[in-house]
C-alpha cells in the first residue's frame, strides 16, 4: 500500500494553486469548479487550502490514519506533481515537512 494512502499530510499543509486552465469550466480542463476559488488573475486553488486550517475540500478520511482523494482522476497538475517517489515510500523535503507537520515521521529522502 502508498504510504499516501495512510498520510494525506500534504493535502493539509501547503495551498494547491494551479493555472485557472485546469478547471473544467475551461475545454481541457478537469478539475471541478466548484472545489476552486480565485487566487490571482488565472490562478486559482482547491478551496479549504487558502487560508489555516489548511485542508482541501476534496480530501477525505483523517490525515495520518486513512486518506482518499475524492477527485483523484481528476486533480490538479500541482498534486499530480508533489513527492512523485513518495507513492513507493521515498519522500523529499516539501514531503516531509507537511508529514512533520501533522506528527508523521519523514519518508525516506530520495536520491537527487
Ligand atoms: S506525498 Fe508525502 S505528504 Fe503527501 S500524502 Fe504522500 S507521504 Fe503524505
Ligand atoms: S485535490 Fe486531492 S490530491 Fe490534491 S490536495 Fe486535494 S485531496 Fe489532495
Redesign the pocket.
Known sequence: MS??QS????CAAYRVSFSCHEVDDLPGGSVPEALVESVAPHLVCMRGTASAPVRCVALRGKVGEAVSCAIYEFRPSACRE??PL?AVGR?DEA?NE??RRHGLSD?TVAAA
Open positions: 504510504p499516501c498520510c494525506g499530510a500534504c508533489f513527492a513518495a519522500g514531503c507537511a508529514r519518508l
